[in-house]
């Protein structure tokens, strides 16, 4: 009976370590984030362009060092929250200049959504690894959308694309939230919060298409 209380215990403590830490770089590549979209608000969409390829470099080289250096893949989840922001520099800009209240709503909405399913996925015991699967199969069924409605007229194509885009990511939401509770392993960390940094960002760019839309 003892033995049995205290590996729950310590699982308890594994897996709020884990949630804390994750969190904690959630929020510092957020950081990053807004440094590097200060930095970029007088660049072109064309510098926004190569910091954007240069954030996606930097988060598949994380997949490599994961397992080899912690400091290593911290460092570029750092480069990559700060190369995202500079990439997204010109749109927010944009916004701001032109509607800055759709940013507020974009941001209010963002936070509700993430933190009602964020809070059930977290919560949840039923596997959602089959729900990962079908979001990512329509996350390209959605990219292949985007592409076709650039050179096809389609009615409200962007309103369409970002409700679709909200209900993908409103899964991909519940199983990164679940994997942070699963998850023993405290090396994982950093990816996590690169996962849930990626559904905070999508989320916010699909409402931010939709509340600046209404005033087209």
Not at 83 to 100: E, I, N, R, S
Not at 136 to 158: D, T, Y
Not at 171 to 183: A, K, M, W, Y
């Amino acid at each position: 009976m003892y033995d049995t209380t205290t590996a729950r215990r310590s699982q308890a403590v594994s897996t709020n370590t884990l949630f804390a830490r994750t969190m904690s770089f959630v929020a510092a590549t957020a950081a990053l984030f807004a440094l590097g979209a200060y930095v970029g608000r007088d660049f072109t969409h064309g510098a926004g362009f190569v910091a954007f390829l240069g954030a996606f470099a930097a988060l598949i080289a994380m997949r490599f060092t994961a397992a080899r250096s912690r400091e290593a893949t911290v460092a570029l989840l750092g480069a990559f929250g700060l190369l995202m922001g500079v990439a997204m520099a010109p749109t927010l800009v944009y916004y701001a200049t032109t509607d800055p209240q759709a940013l507020w709503q974009a941001g209010g909405a963002t936070a509700l959504f993430i933190g009602a399913l964020g809070s059930a996925g977290y919560a949840t015991n039923r596997d959602l690894s089959g729900l990962a699967r079908v979001c990512f199969w329509a996350l390209l069924a959605l990219l292949l959308f985007g592409v076709v409605a650039i050179f096809v007229r389609i009615p409200h194509a962007s309103l369409i694309y970002s409700v679709l885009g909200l209900v993908i990511f409103a899964g991909f939401t519940l199983f990164d939230f679940q994997r942070l509770r699963r998850s023993q392993n405290i090396a994982s960390a950093p990816l996590l919060a690169a996962s849930i940094f990626l559904d905070i960002l999508n989320v916010f760019l699909f409402f931010l298409n939709i509340f600046g839309g209404r005033r087209d």
